[in-house]
C-alpha cells in the first residue's frame, strides 16, 4: 500500500525556535518522488520542494531545510529560526508514478507566536 | 512552475443547488485534476479530467454528483450538483508538469447554506 503518515498533527513554537515536522511513506514503488506543500490560512497550496528516491542528499533552502532517509521511508523538513508567517498546515506527499497521483499526508498545522 | 486561476475564489450557495467552478492553466497540459478538501481535512482527490475523454473517478465519488468537462488542454470546470451542507469545502485543480511536480489552483472556497 502507498500512505504518508504525518504523526503531528498540531505544533506551536515560539518565533526564532526551529522546528521539524515528521513524514513517513510507505511505498512499494523502487522509484518514487516526495513532495512538501504549505497552506497558509488562504488556502492555497505552495509546492516546497519535489525529492527524487534515488537523491539522498539532504536539501537547503533558506531557513528550510529536508532530510531524506530512504532506510526509515523519511522525508522531514526543517524550519530554522521559525517566523510568524510560517504559521500554516504543512502536507507531506507521495507521487505515484504510474497514475501521475499524489498521496497526501494529513498535514501538520504549524503554529508560530511572537 | 505554473501559472493556474480558478473562479470563483468563493461562494455561498443553497441546499439543493449546483455550482461550476473554472480552472485556467497557463500552458497545455495533459492531465488535471480535481480535489476537495473538507474544514479541517487533507486533500481528497475527485478525478482526473483528460482531455477528449472521460474524467475518472475515485472511490466514492460519481460523475451524477460532480460532472467535469475537459474542452482544451488549458481549461476543465468542475461542478458541484444538488449541494448539501457536506458539500461545503475547498476545491483546488492541479496540474502535474514533465518533472512530476504538482502545481494547484488557488482553490474555491465553497459553503452551502
Known amino acids: 500500500a502507498q500512505k504518508v503518515t504525518q504523526a503531528q498533527t498540531e505544533i506551536s513554537v515560539v518565533e526564532k525556535e526551529d522546528v521539524t515536522l515528521d513524514c513517513v511513506y510507505e511505498?512499494?514503488?523502487?522509484?518514487?518522488?516526495l513532495f512538501w506543500y504549505k497552506q497558509p490560512p488562504s488556502g492555497e497550496l505552495v509546492f516546497l520542494i519535489r525529492?527524487?528516491?534515488?537523491?539522498?542528499q539532504n536539501e537547503i533552502s533558506g531557513r528550510y531545510s529536508w532530510n531524506f532517509q530512504k532506510s526509515t521511508s523519511s522525508f522531514n523538513f526543517t524550519i530554522t529560526a521559525s517566523q510568524v508567517v510560517d504559521s500554516a498546515v504543512y502536507f507531506c506527499?507521495?507521487?505515484?508514478?504510474?497514475?501521475?497521483?499524489?498521496?497526501f499526508g494529513t498535514g501538520t498545522r504549524l503554529q508560530v507566536f511572537p | 512552475s505554473a501559472v493556474i486561476s480558478q473562479k470563483p475564489s468563493r461562494d455561498i450557495c443553497q441546499r439543493g443547488t449546483s455550482l461550476t467552478i473554472q480552472c485556467q492553466v497557463d500552458s497545455q497540459v495533459t492531465m488535471m485534476f480535481w480535489y476537495r478538501q473538507q474544514p479541517g481535512q487533507s486533500l481528497t482527490l475527485i478525478a482526473t479530467?483528460?482531455?477528449?475523454?472521460?474524467?475518472?473517478?475515485e472511490s466514492g465519488f460519481v460523475i451524477d454528483k460532480f460532472p467535469i468537462s475537459r474542452p482544451n488542454l488549458t481549461f476543465s470546470t468542475l461542478t458541484v450538483s444538488n449541494m448539501s451542507p457536506e458539500d461545503s469545502s475547498i476545491y483546488l485543480c492541479?496540474?502535474?508538469?514533465?518533472?512530476?511536480?504538482?502545481?494547484f489552483g488557488p482553490g474555491t472556497r465553497l459553503t452551502v447554506t
Open positions: 525529492r527524487n528516491s534515488f537523491d539522498e
Open positions: 479530467a483528460n482531455q477528449g475523454s472521460e474524467a475518472t473517478y
Open positions: 492541479s496540474v502535474v508538469r514533465d518533472n512530476y511536480e504538482q502545481y
Open positions: 511505498t512499494r514503488d523502487t522509484t518514487y518522488y
Open positions: 506527499a507521495l507521487f505515484q508514478r504510474d497514475t501521475d497521483k499524489l498521496i
